[in-house]
């Protein structure tokens, strides 16, 4: 068993090794002696993790046009992600997605593609990056944090990007000044954030999705991982937070437990009711955003992305002292409009006496100083951008 592990292994390297090497010159074979199907499509959402982000509500808008697009998805080896009629898949790393690439006229992705991806100046590549206002910082401004292997990643796909697509005045900034980039962005707002501006009613989609009562209203929990996996810091106590709810905003509450993809698979410490409920495996969070009354994270950037519907944003950081040590970030998180809670006892004093209009009126100023671009149009403005072309 033992040698038959240590042969396949082999196996599995070498087949890495020839793709690393072999890659590029095979696409650059393959585009210059077939084709480019102007009518092709490939998307990819973090390498493979299958139909969801940016590249979703493009998709989406894709597909209700009826615009008769070959559109392709890189999914991981073994993944059984659910598409809608109309998307077809290709296995992740395999000769046969680097030919799709190699013959599609535009690529759609929101990470970054691997070294031994080649790209033919008559293809197009929009880069839909995975985020809308930064708070951690990312790419150049975190390199010395960043692996080598990913920075030389990470300046060959700003090479090959043709075009990125911001949210907001600061976003635009940071393409510019730290993504190894210099090519075009436009200014369109932020595709997933497309369905704050829709009119859709989301809250009864995720509400027949869990089984609540629409008389109910919901918090969601989101915080981001930790660097060792740890799930320590997620110490709210629900139960009271529940009755701090209902104390202060009246009625009846749920909590929505949405723990990041990294420590999905812990979700089980916690203890789970029908007021406690397990949102992790929940496909699209951006629903979950337009659902739910109020959001509780810590550092992770989807507070800016729920404040786009000026509900509550409360940030409940447990480990900040300890977390700000290994992360840098773009501001002090003090100086965002959100209040922090350190504790549990801070975290209820906070939804005790919170002033609903005077976060609002923060929050707006907020949103003005970052310049934010979103209006509901994002995907559109993509969709017209791929005719174009």
């Known amino acids: 068993m033992l040698l038959f592990n240590a042969i396949k292994y082999r196996i599995i390297n070498w087949k890495d090794f ?16 077939l084709p480019l199907k102007n009518k092709k499509i490939v998307f990819n959402n973090f390498a493979g993790r299958g139909y969801g982000d940016n590249p979703k509500y493009v998709a989406n808008e894709i597909l209700s046009r009826n615009l008769g697009y070959d559109l392709v998805w890189i999914v991981r080896k073994g993944s059984s992600f659910v598409f809608p009629k109309g998307i077809r898949t290709v296995e992740l790393g395999s000769w046969r997605e680097m030919y799709e690439l190699a013959t599609a006229k535009c690529w759609i992705d929101n990470n970054r593609k691997a070294n031994y991806i080649y790209k033919n100046k008559r293809q197009c590549y ?22 080598k292997g990913y920075v030389v990643m990470a300046k060959h796909d700003g090479r090959m990007t043709d075009l990125m697509v911001s949210g907001c005045k600061s976003r635009t900034d940071l393409y510019r000044k730290s993504f190894w980039y210099s090519g075009e962005i436009k200014e369109w707002g932020t595709p997933r954030n497309d369905l704050f501006f829709n009119g859709n009613n989301y809250k009864s989609l995720v509400y027949e ?41 009246g ?44 959001l509780i994270t810590d550092y992770s950037n ?5 404040s786009l519907q000026l509900k509550p944003v409360i940030l409940y950081a447990s480990d900040l002292e300890a977390y700000s040590k290994g992360r840098s970030f773009y501001y002090d998180i003090h100086d965002l409009p959100y209040p922090i809670a350190e504790n549990n006892d801070d975290l209820n004093s906070i939804i005790a006496n919170f002033d609903i209009s005077l976060y609002r009126k923060e929050l707006e100023a907020f949103l003005k100083d970052i310049g934010s671009f979103e209006k509901g149009t994002a995907s559109k403005e993509v969709v017209d951008y791929i005719l174009s072309l």
Not at 226 to 248: K, M, P, Q, T, W
Not at 269 to 280: E, G, M, P, V
Not at 302 to 306: I, N, R, V, Y
């Open 18 to 33: 020839l793709k690393r090497r072999l890659g590029p010159f095979y696409m650059f074979v393959l585009s210059h002696i």
């Open 126 to 147: 929009i880069q839909l990056w995975h985020g809308f206002y930064p708070f951690k910082k990312i790419e150049k401004d975190a390199e010395n944090e960043l692996d």
């Open 209 to 249: 999705y869990f089984g609540i009562s629409s008389k109910v209203k919901t918090l969601l929990y989101a915080p981001t991982f930790r660097d060792d996996y740890s799930v320590d810091a997620y110490n709210i106590d629900f139960n009271r937070l529940l009755e701090s709810l209902c104390g202060r905003f």
């Open 251 to 294: 009625g009846e509450w749920c909590i929505f437990v949405r723990l990041h993809p990294a420590v999905r698979e812990k979700s089980g410490f916690l203890h789970y009711t029908d007021t406690i409920i397990d949102a992790s495996a929940y496909d699209d969070i951006q629903e979950l955003f337009a659902a739910t009354d109020i």
């Open 302 to 306: 989807c507070m800016s992305e729920f």
